[in-house]
Structures are given as structure tokens and as C-alpha cells.
Nanobody
Framework: QVQLVESGGGLVQAGGSLRLSCAAS????????MGWFRQAPGKEREFVAA????????YYADSVKGRFTISGDNAKNTGYLLMNSLKPEDTAVYYC?????????????????????WGQGTQVTVSS
């Protein structure tokens, strides 16, 4: 089992920045990929970014490319999502997710069903 806890959400003005953290515990040695998703009210969960646990493979949604940066500190079992140039349309609950199944390709990590564990989410609100 892997437990994930997100933190760092909050209220920020458009153009501002936030850094989300995802602390993993339990069988962290089994994590192969950590990803970030978001869900706005009335919308489906949307892929944001994914990173192989080694850091060798990274994948971003087009909507955040160039503004968001995914990273991780394996020694701390923590993943991060640095969000710059935030827009009101970035407002959502942000979730981190972990995959413990074999890592096949970063290109498929945009699908929620490729992940095995999820955090409880953290709210990000961007005001205009």
C-alpha cells in the first residue's frame, strides 16, 4: 500500500505561483511514476503532468506546458508541482497519483486508470 498526501494549495491571483507537494508513505519503493491531475467543478478529472520516479521521463498536458514543472525528491519520497503564471482556468482540486505497476511508457501516463493510488486532493483557486 502507498499513501499520498497533497499540500500547498490555496488562493492566488492570476499570474501568481504555487508549489504543490505530494508526500508518499508506505511501500514507496514500489512507486514507478508519480502524476498530477486536477478536477474542476462539473468537469472530468484532467491530466496535468507525470514523472517517472527516476526522473528520466516527464510528460505534460499541453495546457500547462511551459508554466508548470513537475519534480521530485526521492530521498524524501515527495513529489512537487510548481505552478507559475497561473490562470483562473487552473482553478481545480489537484490530486497526486502513484503507479506501482510496471512502468511501460510515459506517454500513457495521462490516463487516470494507469495509476494505482491517489491522494485526497488540495484546492487551488486562481482569482482574476
Amino acid at each position: 500500500q502507498v499513501q499520498l498526501v497533497e499540500s500547498g494549495g490555496g488562493l492566488v491571483q492570476a499570474g501568481g505561483s504555487l508549489r504543490l507537494s505530494c508526500a508518499a508513505s508506505g511501500r514507496t519503493g514500489s512507486i514507478n511514476v508519480m502524476g498530477w491531475f486536477r478536477q474542476a467543478p462539473g468537469k472530468e478529472r484532467e491530466f496535468v503532468a507525470a514523472r517517472s520516479w527516476s526522473g528520466n521521463s516527464i510528460y505534460y498536458a499541453d495546457s500547462v506546458k511551459g508554466r508548470f514543472t513537475i519534480s521530485g525528491d526521492n530521498a524524501k519520497n515527495t513529489g512537487y508541482l510548481l505552478m507559475n503564471s497561473l490562470k483562473p482556468e487552473d482553478t481545480a482540486v489537484y490530486y497526486c497519483a502513484a503507479r506501482t505497476r510496471m512502468f511501460l511508457s510515459i506517454a500513457i501516463m495521462g490516463a487516470p486508470n494507469e495509476y494505482d493510488y491517489w491522494g485526497q486532493g488540495t484546492q487551488v483557486t486562481v482569482s482574476s
